[in-house]
């Protein structure tokens, strides 16, 4: 925790702090932007931010922020978190979010007792200053959150992209040694192997080690070596000349040939039949393939990089899989963590899909509920990401509120905040109310029903039907007082 400095030296530290964000190289070098969020802005702080260069674009709320952010500038931001309400706390997260701003947090010591505003901190803020603070404070930090986003490669996060917009994401230990390996890899020529769950984004790891090769501007071609028919997979992996079998009216160029001077991912290699094992191993020997029904050896320059989610070391075991193959296909391993372990990181990909697919609905979705949260957490994930994305999507589209709740991600059963309706809701209230009254009143129904503002009959009536009756037993006279009618 940062407190509020009020040491002589603080005008001088902030002075030379908030020069910080120039310290970049030439070509990076871009105006101080800092956004200002605050239910209720302080002026002068306004003021004295401005008179210390920062061009400042100030918002009252979380949509006024959304409009300000630009996904291609950098800047600094301040969120003064005291200035709001709790239950429009979860509004600002989604914003927060942002990896392009470096966010300064102003808060009170009452609301980062509070869990959610200690979740946004922790995960998405830069630093945080308790209030009240020093205005040469807050510019100190916001100039050193400036600084530190301005040096960011903006490359990484994320590592790599597909086309289609598809990215990678993730922040955890796991994910970030993915990363190292991956651009350790992509600098060599060498056979390599992924291995991982169906559904990890082994396709999109393989397109990353490819686009940060020396071969990035050839071709890379995929192949799913479990999808094709094994009658079909020999001349779909080298092509077949006209006349080869019935129906090859015209000569045809196989994937490998296709990806020559590029990159081959043989995706599902454990599915591989032996008799293409046994074409395939010929030509990562040799470096060359002959057509089906040709007769000429063609060279082809080409990387290869498969994938399976198949235990190889068992098929080799069990014959289904040759070792000499293997051995010439894993000459560097790579790893795909699976979805449950990464953490944070589901939460994030959660989000970040919310946002790309978020107008697959006319209504615009906040974000997920803390149920939903929860649920995110809870659930084993056996699909992966594969299987995040297609809930969250389908969440987006079926959703009736807002907030996507656990429900919403056919998740209920994975949390302990379970969603209620409004009747529901209701229900309780009413027998809580019911029960506070008669232990109020010594379970004396008279006096009960008349501090509920009730009749004596309604209270007995609404008593059955909330299951207390029982509580009626000390009370003599039942239902009906000796002096009160039943009323019809």
């Known amino acids: 925790m940062r407190e509020s400095p009020h040491l002589t030296s603080v005008a001088a530290v902030a002075s030379a702090g908030s020069h910080l964000s120039l310290a970049v190289p030439q070509e990076r070098r871009v105006e101080r932007l800092l956004l200002y969020v605050a239910r209720t802005p302080d002026e002068t702080l306004l003021a004295h931010l401005k008179s210390r260069g920062w061009q400042v674009a100030a918002a009252r709320s979380a949509h006024e922020l959304g409009r300000l952010v630009k996904p291609d500038q950098a800047c600094a931001g301040i969120v003064d978190l005291a200035s709001f309400a709790p239950r429009e706390i979860g509004g600002l997260e989604l914003s927060l979010r942002q990896q392009q701003v470096g966010w300064i947090a102003l808060a009170s010591n009452e609301r980062l007792n509070d869990p959610l505003v200690r979740r946004l901190v922790r995960h998405f803020c830069f630093d945080f200053v308790k209030l009240p603070a020093a205005h040469a404070t807050i510019d100190y930090l916001a100039g050193h959150a400036f600084g530190m986003v301005t040096l960011c490669d903006p490359e990484l996060p994320p590592p790599a992209s597909e086309a289609g917009d598809e990215e990678m994401v993730g922040t955890c230990e796991a994910m970030q040694q993915l990363f190292r390996t991956i651009r350790k890899v992509a600098n060599t020529d060498a056979s390599v192997f992924i291995s991982g769950e169906s559904g990890t984004g082994k396709e999109l790891t393989a397109l990353a ?42 000569r045809k160029i196989g994937r490998v040939e296709a990806a020559d001077g590029g990159t081959l991912f043989l995706d599902e290699i454990g599915d591989l039949p032996l008799e293409s094992q046994a074409s395939l191993l010929r030509f990562l020997q040799e470096g060359k393939i002959e057509r089906l029904g040709g007769r000429e050896s063609i060279p082809v320059d080409v990387r290869i990089i498969s994938a399976t989610h198949v235990d190889l070391e068992g098929a080799m075991r069990d014959g289904q899989f040759r070792a000499d193959l293997f051995h010439r296909l894993c000459v560097l391993r790579v790893d795909e963590p699976p979805l449950r372990t990464r953490g ?67 998740l209920a059963g994975y949390t302990e905040q379970q969603s209620i309706t409004l009747t529901q809701a209701r229900e309780a209230a009413e027998k809580r109310a019911i029960e506070a009254a008669l232990l109020r009143h010594r379970h004396r129904l008279t006096e009960a029903a008349a501090d509920l503002n009730i009749s004596r009959v309604t209270l007995y009536r609404l008593m059955g039907v909330h299951g207390l009756r029982e509580l009626a037993g000390v009370d003599e006279k039942g239902p009906f007082g000796a002096d009160e009618p039943a009323q019809r």
């Open 209 to 250: 080690i490819h686009e940060r090769s020396p071969r990035r501007k050839a071709p890379f071609m995929a192949i799913n070596c479990g999808a094709i028919p094994h009658h079909l997979l020999q001349s779909e992996l080298f092509g077949y000349e006209r006349g080869a079998f019935t129906g090859a009216n015209q």
């Open 344 to 410: 944070k990181d589901i939460e994030i990909l959660a989000y970040h899909i919310l946002h790309k697919f978020k107008t697959d609905n006319a209504r615009k979705i906040r974000g997920f509920t803390p149920s939903a949260i929860e649920a995110l957490y809870n659930y084993g994930w056996p699909g992966n990401v594969r299987e995040l994305i297609n809930r969250v999507r389908r969440a987006i589209v079926m959703a009736e509120n807002k907030m996507i709740s656990a429900a919403d991600l056919d």
